[in-house]
């Protein structure tokens, strides 16, 4: 019980995430029973995450994980890795930086889906309340969603923020804050629990506006 409480403490403070290597360090324990625990915390995260629907201004992006190709020695045997065929290439998609008036965004919701129009159709209509406001990029993936929703869309070659103000600011930050878990504390994610990591850093941005005290309650 000591070690559960100890793990929510640390896990509650770390504002990036936290490996399970740095953790069993932390608690001198083994690194599985650190895994152990800092996965049954994030597990509890996406069990107890509410279903009501997004309204309001509802932001749709989503970003790539996966599949990594290393980069030949010799610069003539090298490929773009932009147009290469990756099998195991996984998207995320956020599908609630539900923004809040002069805090960001209130909500997060993702999915593991792939980015086009079936997918993102099925999850706007499950997860984002009929004639809300959707701001998201030119990928034609978001096309249908202009018949039940006011879609809005940034053309990111030309500018961040268009005219009304439509862009994808709060979900580039939900990117960042993930990417530094990916890069900076795991160094690499796997695709069979890449959905538990996310959703923890869906709650971390959720509640970066909260005390300690008050997130260490709520994960207990």
């Not at 360090?25 to 625990?37: E, F, S």
């Not at 890795?81 to 965004?105: C, D, Q």
């Not at 980015?115 to 701001?135: F, G, L, Q, R, T």
């Amino acid at each position: 019980i000591l070690s559960l409480l100890l793990v929510i403490i640390i896990f509650s403070n770390a504002t990036k995430g936290i490996s399970a290597l740095q953790l069993s360090r932390d608690l001198d324990v083994q690194y599985k029973t650190a895994w152990v625990l800092s996965h049954k915390i994030r597990e509890s995260l996406i069990e107890q995450k509410s279903d009501n629907k997004l309204s309001g201004i509802v932001e749709m992006y989503g970003v790539y994980v996966g599949n990594y190709i290393k980069p030949a020695n010799n610069i003539n045997d090298r490929i773009d890795r932009r147009k290469a065929f990756k099998p195991n290439k996984r998207v995320i998609y956020i599908t609630s930086r539900e923004k809040s008036i002069g805090s960001g965004a209130s909500k997060t919701n993702l999915y593991i889906k792939n980015e086009n129009n079936v997918d993102i159709n099925a999850i706007a209509k499950s997860h984002i309340a009929p004639n809300s406001e959707i701001h998201t990029d030119e990928n034609s993936a978001y096309d249908d969603l202009l018949a039940h929703y006011d879609l809005k869309r940034v053309n990111h070659q030309i500018e961040y923020s268009g005219l009304n103000e439509e862009n994808n600011n709060q979900s580039e930050s939900f990117n960042a804050r993930f990417r530094r878990l990916q890069y900076g504390q795991c160094h690499k994610l796997g695709t069979l629990y890449l959905s538990n990591y996310a959703n923890e850093i869906a709650y971390r941005e959720d509640t970066r506006r909260l005390d300690n005290k008050i997130i260490i309650d709520d994960i207990l």
